[in-house]
Every structure is written in structure tokens, then in C-alpha cells.
């Protein structure tokens, strides 16, 4: 399911350029903010500051919360990161806009000195929730890309269809028939 | 004459330039129809489809690779704005693979509008009836029978009764269907009569080859005899292209969906200014309605039914109004279409089981344009005009009217700010709804326009027998030539005219 193609690099640029203007306006300095990422091996688009923000907001958007959240979350993220591998350069490019821009959220949208990946969960969500119902259409995009993304991933696996109660595809068996590669 | 086949390049991708007589760009409703009749007649036909050939196992029911594989990029297409999700196939059998199954033929009303308004005067109510019955023939077309009616369709069909608003249980194309339900990415047991099924078979043993994982990128030479195209091979999952290769037609003929076609007619600098204008998407808008008891709405026929109360034809605009049509799709898709975010998510879908779903469908003005982007990719602009957002607005609350009528506790129109409705007061928040850009989840299934027909070049990009203003012997059989909404629904339409296209080509040659 493609979220990216979703995100049209005219609007991306057109963002990416007011936001990187803003935080060079701010001093390098706001750069800093972000910190340093550890290294995530495996990857085949993203780095590891892009990678980190795409987890943070898997973890934002989606119904998921305790020991497992952090293990499904990255399962999702390198799964978008491998769809990424299929896509043109042009959405790849407007994606990592998309998530530079996500991390920088709370300094140019709420003028805090934190970025995304470091609000603790429960800010990271409100303020997640803030781009959704955000004024601003391209935060609405961002957020809706997003949202379709890991939606799609996450609703497809037979392990979460019992919490919904929808008992799988009819004509392939159980889910965990279904789940059986 | 001997039969043709069907062939994924992606297996063998390095292929010999070769020379046809007939060229093909699209594989769904009619680009197998014009294969179908031009084989028939002893034409040498090849067809080029970027999707790949899908059916029986390959149709997982699974939402992640169906719609990644069976819709146009990735079905991640949208307007410039974000504002709406374009929706088309790009598999063997066009969107009729991935549609809903619903057979609403151009009615004569629509046909005498494009008569008197556009000038198109071979395309008489008449003229065009035994193409109107054949397409019937070839969906094998039957009324969902009252059986098929599943508990969400029954739903807005009651509540449509209760306030007294018309609709009806719509013609389809299934024959032997299950109720597997998940129509909108593929049937699996080729219950659906599309041209995957129908005219592709008839075409192959009539002696047209199809070539999947083909992408047609250039027309040149579009005014000698023989036209060259440039086709890329596409690897097995359709992703990028690894090879290419050269294909010299005396004919060229575009079916690839009205944004396809177009969109290859830009590429390749075909046509007149004309061309890329007046595009038709037909916006819809999902409304979600919620019940204490179950409904079950994945299972059985997604769309049976329609309320038709608000539809009508309009002197100067032709199809107008709007209409309610049940829809439901897999959890990934429902859920996406919900404005939730973290333990909201998993709350609204715990009713997935007892919701029902519609689509509140507007048939519009051409106002919208085909593009190109730097890259040279498709760029869809499309002025989201004020009656449409009224239309859209008043459908929506015929759709909740209707549910609360039927005993929904609550019905969602899922704006970014989702408008919840629980009883007839709160009917007034619809008319609130601004429908800003990526504030509303709409989706366009039904694509016209972008070449226009029109009996002048100075009004059209091709003349009503479907040849591009310009070229020679490059013509389109799709949507894409129609100056209005055809329909609600456009395989029915699109299967008529691109068999009475391909008859006058014959006639003519």
C-alpha cells in the first residue's frame, strides 16, 4: 500500500524549503536538538535519524502500547523503509522531507526546544494528533500518508484481526491459516 | 489464424524490437474490447499492460500487496493537492479487476446531452443501443438478486425506506459469486465477468497477444505510417523498469484509463492545447455508520445497493446531483479512512463488525487537468468546485439520515475533525464541513476526460471516432474521450463505445 507516492514533491519542496529556511534562521545550534541516532543496520533507504523519527511515529499513530510496541513498530518502519526501495526518487525525497520536518514539528509548529523523537509518548501523541487535525494541509498530508501506511501494514497482519473480531479473508481459511507463509 | 497468448515480460524481460500492425496501450475495458474486435477481423494486434496477470491464488484478499500490485501506483495516486485519491488498475483486465462490480449503462439522457452540447451526433441513444446490449452481454449483467443483499447494504436500503428516499438493488457483473466481499482487490474465483475473463480470452484465441509488465513511455513518428513506440519492461513486482525495447505500429490505440492515456499522449507531445483538459474525476465521500447490532459488513456483496433519490440530469451539465452507494472494505482500508490516532485507533475499530459504509458519489464538472510533472510523471489539478463540496454535503446527510433511520447509534463523516451524527440535530454540522484540501477522505474511481472528443479541434483533443487531433492513425477508445459523466459507473459505458469505436475503425479501413 503506497502512502508515498501520496506525497507530491512540489508540496514537499514548498514545505522542506520554508522549514529548513526556519531552522537556519533559528541557528545551527536547533540542529543539534535532534542529537545523535543510533546506528540501525539493514536499512536500504533511510539513515538513522530518518529511521528513528519513522519509529516515533509508529508508535504515535498506531495502537500499540507495552512490551511488544517496540518490536512491532520496527517491524513496520523497516517494512516502509523497504517499500521505499520501490518507489521514484522523487517520493523518496519528498518522504525524507516529510520526516525532517516531523522531527522538527514541535520547534516550528510549538516553538519548543525538543524535537519528535524526544517528547515523551504521551506528548508524542497530542502532538501527532495536532497534525491530523492541524489547519495547515500539508501537516494533514503529512499525517494522512502516514496514517494510510502503517494502517494498511498493521490491519493485515492476522495476529491483530481477533482484537477487531474480523476472522480473515474467507476464501484462504483462519487467520491463522492465513498467517502460515 | 492461430492464438495468441498472454505474456509477462518481467520473466524475459530482454526483448526484440518488433513491427504490428495494431498497438494497444491498456488492457481493461477498452483496449480488450478494441483487441477483441481488430483480432476478430484478422488484424495482427499486440496490447501492452504495466500490471501483471492476476487471478485465482495471486488474489490474496490481503490488503498490503493487493493494492500495492493491482492499483496504479501502488494506489497512491492523487491530485496535486492531496486533496483526492485516484483510484485505477494496473493489472491484466484494467479496473474492472478492482471495481465494484456495478453495471450503470450511459443512459439515453446523457447520450442526447453529448448530441446537442458537444456536438457528437453519431453518438444517438439509437446508434449506440446495440452497444449499450452487447456490453450487457459481455458482463454477463444480471440485478443482485435480493439473497445477495448483505446486512450493510440492507441497512442503507431500509433506512432509505424509512425517509422515503429512492434507490435501487444495482445491475452487476458476478456470475457464482460467493460473497468473499472483498471485491475492490481482486475475486478470486473469477466470479467477476471483466474483461480478464471475457473479451481478453476471446482476444487471445482470435489470435492478439497481451504483454504484461509492458509500460508504453513515448509515442514518436506519430504522423507516419508506422508509429514508434517505446515500451519499458518492468520487473516482476512492477516497480522499475530494467529493460526496454521498440514497437512500430501502423495503428496506435490508447486504453489506458483517462488519465493513462493522456498522460502518454503529454509524454510523447501528441494532439492539440486540448489535450490534459476537462477531466472528470467524480469525487466520493466515505461515510461510516455504526450499529449495536452485527452487521458484518466484509462479507457478501459490498456494493447492492443505491440511493438514487438525489441523483438527476441537469440541461446544462449533464449527470448531476449525487447518489449513496453502499461500500466496505478490508481492516487496513477501513481503518485508514479513520481520522484516529493511537488507542483511538483500536476503539473505533472495535466496531468494525457492526458498521456499515457508503460512499456519497458526485458526478462533476470536467474541471479538472492532466499533467506532467518535471519528472515526467502524471500531475493531476483539480478545481474542487462549491457544488460539488454542496452536493457531497447534502449526500451526506441523506447517507446519515438513512443509517440513523435504520437504527445506527451514530454515523461519521471522518473529516480530519470527524462530524459525528447521532440523531437529526446534528445534521446541520455536515453543512459545516469546508472539505479544505486532505481534510476529507475522497477518492476518485471513475475517471473521464483529458481527450475530449469533439467534432473540432479547437474544442477537443480527438474527433468523435476517437482519432488524436494531429495523428495519424493514433487514436483513443477509453474514458478519456468523454465530454461529461457517462455514468455513475464506467465499465458498462466504456466496454459501448470502444466496441462502437472499433466497429467504425473496421468500417472505415
Redesign the interface.
Known sequence: ???????????FLKLGIAGVAGLGAAGGGLLALRGSASAVSGLGVLDAHRFRTLLAVAE????V?GASAAAVCDRLARLFDGFL????E?NVADLKTALLLVEYGPVIFERRLTTFSHLAADER?RH??GW???DL?VR??V??AF??FF??????DPA??P????PG????GTPEE?ATP | MSAGAILDLSLDPRQRDRTVDVLVVGSGCAGATAARALARAGREVLVLEEGGDFTGEKLTQRDGRMYDQLYMDRSGRMTSDLSMSVLHGRVLGGSAVINASDVVPVSDEVLRFWQKKHGLTDYGPETLEPYRQRALADLRATRISDDQVNRANRLLMEGAASVGAKGEVMLNNRVGCRGLGTCLIGCPIGAKQNPRWVAIPEAVEAGATFLCRARAVRIDDATAELKRVSVRVLDPDGYHEVDGFTVRARLVILAANAIGSTHLALRSGLGNAQVGRHLSLQPQLGVVARFNEEVIPYRGIPQAFAVTEGERFDDERGLWGYRVEAIMGTPGIISALLPRVGPDVMTAMAAYNRIAASLVLVPDEPSGTVGLTKAGRVRIDYQHKDNHKERLREGAKLAARCYLAAGAYEVEIPTNRPVFVKSERDLALIDAIPFEPCSAPLMSAHQQGGLRMAPSEADGACAPNGLLYGTRDVYCFDSALYPSSSSSHTQAPILATAQFLSERLLAKS
Do not use: C
Request: proline letters at 6%; charged letters at 25%; a positive charge.
Open positions: 500500500m503506497d502512502a508515498f507516492a501520496f506525497l507530491r514533491r512540489r508540496t504515535a499513530q498506531l495502537p502500547d526501495q520501490g518507489e521514484p522523487e501523541r501527532w494528533r491530523m487535525e492541524s494541509a494533514r498530508q499525517s494522512l496514517r494510510k494502517h494498511a501494514v498493521f490491519f493485515d491483530v484481526w482484537q477487531i473480531g474480523y479473508p474467507s476464501l484462504w492465513a
